[in-house]
C-alpha cells in the first residue's frame, strides 16, 4: 500500500499545531520510521494515518484513495502498541485470533491463521499458555501476530520494542525485519531510538516540532545532514560541532584559519558556521591540513576502542582511539580530519552549506546554533 501525507495540519487548540503542513510519501512494500523526541509529532501523526485522529487541514492517501472520513476498522491496518495490550485471561492461540472473531470469521479459518501467524514469529510451541507465563519478547511477538493475522496493507509499529531489555530489543529488531521482508508489508515505525530506526528502515523521517526536517535514507541521515538538528541527533557519539566564521575562502576559528573546499560548500566572508566533525571521522595525530590540538579531559571505554573528550576552544569534542591508547587526563593530544569529512552549517539558519543540499528551501531548524 502507498501511503500519501498531503499538507497535513493538526492542531488541538487555536495556539499549537502538532503538525505543520506535513507532506510525505511511503511507498508501497517500503518500511519508513518516523523519528524525533518526545513531544516531536511522531505518534499523532501514526494515529492520523490510523484513523483516530482526523488532521485539521490536508488529506490522506491510500493507494490514491482518500481516507480521510474511513473508519480505522476499514483501513486495512494492523498496529503494534508499546504496551502489549494482551488480554491476560486468553491463552497466545486466541489473542492471536481475537481480531479475525471480531471480523466474524469462521472458527476453523480463524485458528487456521492464527496458528500460521503464530509460526511467522516463532510461538507455534506456546499457543497454549497466558500472557503471564510469556517473556517480554514473547508477549511482544504475540502482538506482533496478532497486527499481521489480519492480513493488513499497512502495518503500524508504536515504539514496540521499547519495554524490552537490550539483547530483546536486538532480538526483536530482527524479528520484525524478517518478518516485514517475507511479508512485504508497507510498514511505519514510530520511535525516538535512532539505532533501532537505521537498523530497521528504507527511510527515515527525522522530526522536530511537528515538522520533518529530513525524510532520507539512514545512510544519508548520517553522512549528509541537511542541518545542524539533523547532525546532532544522529550518531553516537553525535556530530562535533564548533562555532566559525568564514573569511576570504577559509575557516577561522578563534585565530586559527583552516582551508575551505568552495567547490563542496557556498562560502560567503563573514558569514558565521558551524564547522561540523563525526568523531569516526577525526584522526589521531596531524596528518591532514585541517588539524587541532586540545587537552583530554575524559577517556572512556567501550570495549572495542575507547572514546578520548577532548578540551578544544573551550569546547568539549569527542574523537575515537584504539584500545591500548593510554594519556593522563590534562595531556595534549594532537589530531584532525579530512577536509572530504567535515560539514558545514549556516549558524543563523542552521541549514547545511554544502552545494548539493536543498539549500534556500523551507527546511530550516530554528534557533538551530549550538545550545
Known sequence: ????????????????????????????????????????????????????????????????????????KDREIGMVFQSYALYPHMTVLNNIAFPLKQQKVPKKERLERAKEAAE????????NRKPSELSGGQ???????????????????????????????????????????KLGITTI?????????????????????????????????????????????IGTPPMNLVEGKIMYNKLQIDKQTYPMDKSRFHLEHGKEVILGMRPYDIQLGWTEEIRFLGKIELLESIGHSKIIHANVFGKRLQLFAKQDFQA??????????????????????????RKAAPYGDEMFVKDAALQ
Open 1 to 72: 500500500m502507498k501511503v500519501e501525507l498531503q499538507n497535513i495540519t493538526k492542531s488541538f487548540d487555536k495556539k499549537t499545531n502538532t503538525i505543520d503542513n506535513m507532506n510525505l510519501t511511503i511507498e508501497d512494500g517500503e518500511f519508513v520510521a518516523l523519528l524525533g523526541p518526545s513531544g516531536c509529532g511522531k505518534t499523532t501523526t501514526m494515529l492520523m494515518i490510523a484513523g483516530i485522529y482526523k488532521p485539521n487541514e490536508g488529506a490522506i492517501y491510500f493507494d490514491g484513495e482518500k481516507v480521510n472520513d474511513l473508519e480505522p
Open 189 to 233: 515505525l514510530i520511535t525516538h531510538d535512532q539505532e533501532e530506526a537505521m537498523t530497521l528502515a528504507d527511510r527515515i523521517a527525522l522530526m522536530k516540532d511537528g515538522r520533518i526536517v529530513q525524510f532520507d535514507t539512514p545512510m544519508n541521515l548520517y553522512n549528509e545532514p541537511d542541518n545542524v538538528y539533523v547532525a546532532k541527533f
Open 120 to 127: 511467522m514469529v516463532q510461538l507455534g510451541h506456546l499457543l
Open 328 to 353: 593522563e587526563i590534562g595531556a595534549e593530544v594532537r589530531f584532525s580530519v579530512q577536509p572530504a569529512a567535515i560539514h558545514l552549517f549556516d549558524k543563523k539558519t542552521g541549514k547545511s552549506l
Open 139 to 181: 508477549q511482544q511477538r504475540v502482538a506482533l501476530a496478532r497486527a499481521i493475522v489480519k492480513r493488513p496493507k499497512l502495518l503500524l509499529l508504536d515504539e514496540p520494542m521499547s519495554n524490552l531489555d537490550a539483547s530483546l530489543r536486538i532480538e526483536m529488531r530482527a524479528e520484525i525485519s524478517r518478518l516485514q521482508k
